[in-house]
Antibody, heavy 123, light 110 residues
C-alpha cells in the first residue's frame, strides 16, 4: 500500500530556509492524475495547505506562501521536496506530505498522509 | 483566502448523531462540489473520511456522511462511538488551483 515519509531537520534558525523531503513507497510518484502535496499544522492549530506538485514539475502554491515556497520532484528517487525560505517562529509546525487528487475523475482529496515531522524555528 | 469556519467543539453521547458544519463563501465551499473531511486523532496524521461533499472512501464506515447547502458543508456522524472522538477538518477547493482548510472541530464523545 502507498506510504509517505517526511524527513529533514527538526530545527531551523530564523531567516534560514526550511528543507524537507517526502519519500513515496508502495507506488510510483509518476502516477497520472495525482499531485503530491505539503500541508502544515502549527502546534495546537489547524491545517494549512502549502502547495502541490505533479511528477512533470507542474506546481500549485498557496497564494499566502507563494513568495517563499519552492516544491520540487525527483522521480528517480520517488521523492518530492519542500523549501520554505526566510522562516520565522510562525513557521513552526508539523509538516505533512500527502498524495493530492485534483481532477474530476478522482475527486479532490488528500490521502494517504505521511506521519508528519515537527519543524521548530528557533535560534 | 481565509480559513473555512468550523465550530471549535461539538459533543454527543454514544449512539447519538452529531453534525459538524463548515462555512465558507461562494468562492470556495459554495462554488464547487469539492469539499473533503479529515479525522485526526491526537498525535496522528489526518485521515480522509469524505470527499467531493458526500463520497465515502472504501473502508470508512457508512455512519459518516457529508452534505452541502449553499456556502455551508456538513459532516454527520451517526451512531457515535468512543473511537470517533477526534478533531475533524474540512477542506475545499477555492479556485485558481488552491485549497483551503477549516480551523478544525474537536468532537467529544460523552
Amino acid at each position: 500500500q502507498l506510504q509517505l515519509q517526511e524527513s529533514g531537520p527538526g530545527l531551523v534558525k530564523p531567516s534560514e530556509t526550511l528543507s524537507l523531503t517526502c519519500t513515496v513507497s508502495g507506488g510510483s510518484i509518476s502516477s497520472s492524475s495525482y499531485y503530491w502535496g505539503w500541508i502544515r499544522q502549527p502546534p495546537g492549530k489547524g491545517l494549512e495547505w502549502i502547495g502541490s506538485i505533479y511528477y512533470s514539475g507542474s506546481t500549485y502554491y498557496n497564494p499566502s506562501l507563494k513568495s517563499r515556497v519552492t516544491i520540487s520532484v525527483d522521480t528517480s528517487k520517488n521523492q518530492f521536496s519542500l523549501k520554505l525560505s526566510s522562516v520565522t517562529a510562525a513557521d513552526t509546525a508539523v509538516y505533512y506530505c500527502a498524495r493530492h487528487a485534483v481532477v474530476v475523475v478522482t475527486g479532490h482529496w488528500f490521502d494517504p498522509w505521511g506521519q508528519g515531522t515537527l519543524v521548530t524555528v528557533s535560534s | 483566502q481565509s480559513a473555512l469556519t468550523q465550530p471549535r467543539s461539538v459533543s454527543g453521547s454514544p449512539g447519538q448523531s452529531v453534525t459538524i458544519s463548515c462555512t465558507g463563501t461562494s468562492s470556495d465551499v459554495g462554488g464547487y462540489n469539492y469539499v473533503s473531511w479529515y479525522q485526526q486523532h491526537p498525535g496522528k496524521a489526518p485521515k480522509l473520511m469524505i470527499y467531493d461533499v458526500s463520497k465515502r472512501p472504501s473502508g470508512v464506515p457508512d455512519r459518516f456522511s457529508g452534505s452541502k447547502s449553499g456556502n455551508t458543508a456538513s459532516l454527520t456522524i451517526s451512531g457515535l462511538q468512543a473511537e470517533d472522538e477526534a478533531d475533524y477538518y474540512c477542506c475545499s477547493y477555492a479556485g485558481s488551483y488552491s485549497w483551503v482548510f477549516g480551523g478544525g472541530t474537536k468532537l467529544t464523545v460523552l
